[in-house]
């Protein structure tokens, strides 16, 4: 829904230089947005240190929490998806790899929340950072029976998530997915513009739609 982009740099840079450590082109790191955040810590670490990887996460979310999580803007045609299933009642979450705590104050930030339910993401400890465990997470809380909607999302960890719940899927290419990827993913539709999300979804589950967007 959001770019996070300029937020998500900052913050990553801030922590890399902390630990005095050579950092990657941006155009680079930018694939590192959507994986889970300890993964991308070790990756760039190149290390299975889980104390030096915990201490990258602290100077990652330090940065992030002051100022990175709202240098951010809302995709063009956003809104108006939103609205279109919120008038029309559908019941909409955000499920996001995000902490929730921060999750939720974006959402708030950006003026998003009442369209939502409620958002969804992932704990500070690591828990329900993998996107199956954060949908079955959400049909326990909701009480929704399973598998109930459809996943909106620009990873391979949205797209793993739905086929891992059997969820129905929609892949977007204007967020930071690799769309080679995406594709190979087997979504049960592929949209380049947010004006395409409402035809695609309908064309999915007709007016039955409980909808999950990250």
């Not at 955040?37 to 030096?52: A, H, I, K, P």
């Not at 329900?128 to 960890?157: Q, Y």
Request: charged share 25%.
């Amino acid at each position: 829904m959001t770019d996070p982009a300029p937020g998500f740099l900052a913050s990553l840079h801030y922590a890399l230089e902390e630990l005095d450590l050579e950092i990657s082109p941006e155009q680079e790191l930018l694939r590192f947005i959507g994986p889970p955040l300890r993964e991308t810590m070790g990756t760039l670490l190149q290390t299975e240190d889980r104390e030096l990887i915990e201490k990258a996460v602290e100077l990652y979310r330090l940065r992030l929490d002051n100022g990175g999580k709202f240098e951010a803007e809302v995709f063009q045609g956003i809104r108006e998806v939103l609205e279109h299933f919120a008038e029309k009642g559908h019941a909409l979450y955000v499920c996001t790899g995000k902490p929730e705590g921060v999750a939720t104050e974006i959402v708030e930030h950006f003026e998003l929340a009442p369209f939502f339910r409620k958002v969804y993401g992932a704990k500070l400890d690591g828990r329900h950072c993998n996107k199956a465990d954060l949908i079955r997470h959400i049909w326990k809380t909701e009480k929704i029976d399973s598998p109930a909607g459809i996943m909106a999302g620009d990873t391979v960890f949205d797209m793993a998530g739905a086929k891992a719940t059997g969820l129905r899927s929609v892949a977007v290419s204007w967020g930071f997915g690799c769309n080679d990827e995406l594709k190979n993913t087997g979504p049960d539709a592929f949209v380049h513009h947010p004006d395409e999300l409402i035809p695609a979804l309908e064309r999915i589950i007709g007016d039955q739609m409980p909808a999950t967007f990250s």
